[in-house]
C-alpha cells in the first residue's frame, strides 16, 4: 500500500481528495495546521498530524517515521484580494514555508510531489483559451507566490531527484462526501450566491458589469473538486510510473459569465439571489478559461461535471450546512 503525505488536507479540495485516495487504497497522512481547514472535514482512516509545514524539525521526523511514496502539496493561502490588501502572509506562508517544506522533502529523497497552483500565475493572459505554453504574469501577490514555487519546483527537478506535477487550478466548485465548501471569508461566487439564497447574506455584489463581454461580466472557468481529485490520482501514477514533470491546466474549458453562474444557482435553488452591482476589482481579469487539452491527452484526464453539477452538489451541503462547519 502507497503511502501519501497531503499538506493542507483539512482544506476544501484538500478533504476531497482525501477521500478519493482512501477509496483508490491509499494511505494518507494530512499534515495541516487548520489555520483555514476544518478537522471535522476528515475521516477517522487518515493520520492527521497538526503541524505547519514550515515546521522543520518536526516535518524531517515525519519524514523518518513514515515511508511516504509521494506528497500532495495543497497548504497554503488562497485568497487573491487578500493576498493584495495583505501580501506579507503570502510571501510568508505560500513561498517561504513552502521553501522550507520542499527543502525538507528533497533532505530526505521524497521522489514525488503534487503540487496545487492556479490560473492566477497567467495574470491577464494573451490568449483564450489559455494554453500551458503562454506567459505567466501575475497580477497579484497570490499568483506570484504560487508561480514562485512552481519555478522553485522546476529548479529542483532539473537538478535533484524529485519529479513534480504542478496542476493550475481554474475555479473549485461543488461538494462530495458530505464535505462543502466553507472557506472563512468566504471569497467564491457560488458559495456566496448560495448563501444569499439561504437569506445568510442579503446581497449578492457583482463586481464590474461594464466587460466587452457577452453580459458585461467576468467570465471564468468552473471544474468540479471531484474532477480535479480525480487529476491527482492521475498525477500520483504518473509519477509513480517515473513520468517526467509536467505543469497541466484543469479546469472544464468552458466560460461562464457571473450573471450566467447566479442565474444557474438561481435555477437550482429555485431562490432569486438580489444582485448588488459594484465597481470593477482591480486586477480582475475579464475573461479567463481554460484549454484542458494537455491533460486529457497525457493522462486521460476527463472532467466529468458540468458547472450546474456542481452548483446542484453545493447547494445540497449549504441546505445542510447552513453555517458551514461550526
Ligand atoms: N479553491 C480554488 O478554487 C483554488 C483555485 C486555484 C488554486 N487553489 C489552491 O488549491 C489549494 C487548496 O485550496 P482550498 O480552496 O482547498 O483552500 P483551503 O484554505 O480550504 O485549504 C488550505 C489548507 O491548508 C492549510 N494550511 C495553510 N497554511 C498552512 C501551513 N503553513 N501549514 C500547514 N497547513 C497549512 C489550511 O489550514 C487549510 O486546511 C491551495 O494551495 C490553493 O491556493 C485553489
Known amino acids: 500500500m502507497k503511502t501519501i503525505l497531503v499538506t493542507g488536507g483539512a482544506g476544501y479540495i484538500g478533504s476531497i481528495t482525501v477521500r478519493r485516495l482512501l477509496e483508490e487504497g491509499y494511505k494518507v497522512i494530512v499534515l495541516d495546521n487548520l489555520s483555514r481547514g476544518h478537522i471535522e472535514s476528515l475521516p477517522k482512516e487518515v493520520t492527521f498530524i497538526k503541524m505547519s509545514i514550515s515546521d522543520e524539525q518536526k516535518v524531517l521526523a515525519l519524514l523518518d517515521q513514515h515511508a511516504i511514496d509521494a506528497v500532495i502539496h495543497f497548504a497554503a493561502y488562497a485568497y487573491v484580494g487578500e493576498s493584495v490588501t495583505d501580501p506579507n502572509i503570502y510571501y510568508n506562508n505560500n513561498l517561504i514555508k513552502s521553501l522550507i517544506f520542499l527543502e525538507c522533502l528533497n533532505k530526505k529523497n521524497i521522489k514525488n510531489i503534487v503540487f496545487s497552483s492556479s490560473c492566477a500565475t497567467y495574470g491577464l493572459p494573451k490568449e483564450i483559451p489559455i494554453h500551458e505554453g503562454l506567459e505567466q504574469h501575475p497580477v497579484n501577490p497570490y499568483g506570484l507566490t504560487k508561480l514562485l514555487f512552481e519555478q522553485a519546483l522546476k529548479f529542483y527537478s532539473d537538478n535533484y531527484s524529485l519529479h513534480f506535477v504542478a496542476f493550475r487550478y481554474f475555479n473549485a466548485a461543488g461538494a462530495a462526501y458530505d464535505i462543502g465548501e466553507d472557506h472563512r471569508p468566504e471569497t467564491h461566487i457560488i458559495p456566496i450566491a ?133
Not at 222 to 242: Q, R, S, T
Not at 280 to 285: H, I, M, S, V
Not at 298 to 324: C, T, V
Open 194 to 326: 448560495l448563501k444569499v439564497a439561504l437569506g445568510e447574506i442579503e446581497h449578492f455584489e457583482l463586481f464590474g458589469t461594464d466587460y466587452d463581454t457577452s453580459d458585461g461580466t467576468c467570465i471564468r472557468d468552473y471544474v468540479h473538486v471531484l474532477d480535479l481529485a480525480e487529476a491527482h490520482i492521475l498525477a500520483l501514477k504518473h509519477l509513480d510510473k517515473g513520468g517526467e514533470s509536467k505543469f497541466y491546466n484543469l479546469g472544464i474549458g468552458k466560460g461562464y459569465s457571473n450573471r450566467e453562474v447566479l442565474k444557474i444557482c438561481e435555477e437550482v435553488t429555485g431562490k432569486k439571489i438580489s444582485i448588488q452591482e459594484k465597481e470593477r476589482r482591480a486586477g480582475d481579469p475579464p475573461v479567463l478559461y481554460a484549454s484542458a487539452e494537455k491533460i486529457k491527452k497525457e493522462l486521460g484526464w476527463q472532467p466529468r461535471y458540468e458547472l450546474k453539477d456542481m452548483i446542484q452538489s453545493a447547494w445540497d451541503w449549504h441546505k445542510i450546512n447552513l453555517k458551514g462547519y461550526v
